[in-house]
């Protein structure tokens, strides 16, 4: 449930309109409420799940960086249709090769604001995201609040999007 976070069952036959389709992730409203369906559920509405992000053979360590930032701009707050990285949500980002070969990616990432009960879904979202990526056996995903966000974190194409350029 949006904004609580809230996990909830949606009844089957439940009338709702999509209110957002960004990133994979949908936002629905059924009886006064918003609700964000992930992309894995999204059959549940009768849209096509999410397809697995791949990499070319021989992918290098730039490629995996290059499509950790490209699924990191696939995560939508379902309020704002924004990416957290458009927001400036993501403060780090390190990728970190493992003895087996595979990789793990250390994020560091903010909320728009500290008491948002999205926090743990969007944390979800990313970490799932990010773990669907071959190569990537683990995706650390640590919530920080030091620097506080504001809004002139955002880049110019969010700022615009949102009417605050």
């Known amino acids: 449930?949006?904004?609580?976070?809230?996990?909830?069952?949606?009844?089957?036959?439940?009338?709702?309109?999509?209110?957002?389709?960004?990133?994979?992730?949908f936002t629905v409203y059924?009886?006064?409420?918003?609700?964000?369906?992930?992309?894995?559920?999204?059959?549940?509405?009768?849209?096509d799940p999410v397809a697995a992000p791949k990499l070319p053979d021989g992918a290098t360590d730039a490629d995996v960086e290059s499509l950790i930032w490209e699924q990191l701009r696939t995560c939508f707050d379902p309020e704002i249709p924004v990416n957290i990285v458009e927001l400036g949500l993501v403060y780090e980002c390190n990728v970190l090769r493992l003895e087996s070969g595979d990789r793990r990616v250390d994020i560091k990432m903010t909320l728009t604001a500290p008491g948002c009960g999205m926090g743990e879904t969007l944390?979800?979202?990313?970490?799932?995201?990010?773990?669907?990526?071959?190569?990537?056996?683990?995706?650390?995903?640590?919530?920080?609040?030091?620097?506080?966000?504001?809004?002139?974190?955002m880049s110019e194409a969010a700022k615009l999007e949102t009417g605050m350029l």
């Open 123 to 153: 944390i979800s979202d990313v970490r799932s995201k990010l773990e669907m990526i071959p190569t990537i056996a683990d995706a650390d995903v640590e919530l920080v609040f030091d620097p506080p966000w504001n809004q002139s974190m």
């Open 1 to 25: 449930m949006v904004p609580s976070g809230d996990a909830v069952s949606l009844p089957a036959g439940s009338v709702g309109y999509i209110t957002q389709a960004l990133g994979g992730s």
């Open 30 to 47: 059924v009886e006064g409420n918003l609700f964000r369906i992930a992309g894995i559920d999204a059959d549940a509405i009768g849209k």
